[in-house]
């Protein structure tokens, strides 16, 4: 696959996992903006309820494959230290992604205007 993917998700830190959280920013954040090229995008907002929004762009579904497996210590960090609320992701992912992410909502391409 070479389309580009959108993964889109909310979570909350648990209880006492700010540290955590702040390990798999400090490991994940300069990996990416360092070394994955291929990581096009990775926005972190935080709500004022204190909720987080994020917004990662990669270029293809082999680029997600490759970046969890680049930051796997920081994944496990994000992975102990937040609760899910929603994940959704936009572009063509194969159902082996599917089904080792358990992927929340998938929006597949249906029309779009590209600059």
Not at 6 to 19: H, Q, T, V
Not at 40 to 66: C, M, N, P, V
Not at 85 to 106: K, N, P
Request: net charge negative; glycine share 6%; hydrophobic share 35%.
């Amino acid at each position: 696959m070479s389309n580009v993917i959108d993964a889109l998700f909310s979570y909350r830190i648990k209880p006492g996992m700010e540290n955590r959280f702040q390990s798999y920013l400090d490991k994940v954040l300069p990996v990416t903006e360092a070394e994955e090229p291929y990581v096009l995008g990775y926005e972190i907002f935080q709500g004022d309820d204190g909720t987080y929004y994020q917004h990662e762009r990669y270029e293809s579904e082999d680029a997600i494959w490759k970046h969890m497996e680049v930051t796997a210590s920081g994944q496990e960090d994000f992975a102990a230290s937040t609760e899910m609320i929603s994940v959704s992701l936009l572009g063509e992912l194969s159902q082996r992604f599917r089904d080792t992410y358990g992927v929340g909502v998938l929006y597949l391409p249906f029309r779009q205007v590209v600059r």
